[in-house]
């Protein structure tokens, strides 16, 4: 149980473009859920936190208006990267609050 | 904001050796986690440590969280080129259960054959 699904699991998109990628809660229902970036040969960074039903909250330094997140409900949060550009390049994690966090496999987007 | 030092970064040993992963924080834990995460992957939870002075084993793992909560370790024990990873550790402060985690900068383990 506490399957936690990211899709696509990768995408190339050409800069300007903007790229949504899902996450999904399988076998549970999430209130909350959690995006992450990570650089090559880094640690994951909490981007920020998605709600059902509500705003999502962004870490200090982390553009709404570029990363726009809908989580409109108990077992879908999206990410959308606006106008993506080469240093939007990235694993985007996303996890699911089931009393613990249960992570999504990753998403690698490659922007040219 | 809370930090998290994780050390070593990098760690290359031969097989058979002993490991020792170390996360500490200023800052009072209520929960810490330890992950490990394999490339093009998300990661994967090897233990979560709440109590002070707790131990926890999973096979050849042994975690361990300070008795003040500000810090846990990782040991390894004949290590095998199977546990080539990322090591993550990562502290949740507030104990709500809905805030992010905060991770440590991760242990680039490599075991040579």
């Known amino acids: ?112 | 904001t809370q930090l998290l030092e994780q050390s070593p970064q990098f760690l290359s040993i031969q097989e058979g050796e002993n490991l020792t992963v170390y996360c500490n924080s200023s800052s009072v834990f209520s929960s810490l986690q330890w992950y490990r995460q394999e490339p093009g992957e998300g990661p994967v939870l090897l233990v979560t440590v709440v109590t002070g002075g707790e131990v926890k084993k999973l096979k050849r793992l042994t975690f361990q969280f300070g008795d003040a909560r500000k810090d846990s370790s990782l040991h390894i024990t004949a290590a095998q080129p199977g546990d080539t990873g990322l090591y993550l550790c990562a502290g949740d402060w507030t104990g709500g259960g809905a805030d992010g985690l905060t991770f440590g900068k991760g242990t680039h383990l490599i075991i040579q054959p």
């Open chain 1, 1 to 112: 149980g506490a399957v936690v699904s990211q899709h696509p699991s990768w995408v190339i998109c050409k800069s300007g473009t903007s790229v949504k990628i899902e996450c999904r809660s399988l076998d549970f229902q999430a209130t909350t859920m959690f995006w992450y970036r990570q650089f090559p040969k880094q640690s994951l960074m909490l981007m920020a936190t998605s709600n059902e039903g509500s705003k999502a909250t962004y870490e200090q330094g982390v553009e709404k208006d570029k990363f726009l997140i809908n989580h409109a409900s108990l077992t879908l949060s999206t990410l959308t990267v606006t106008s993506a550009h080469p240093e939007d390049s990235s694993f985007y994690i996303c996890s699911a609050d089931n009393n613990e966090q249960f992570f999504g496999p990753g998403t690698r987007l490659t922007v040219l």
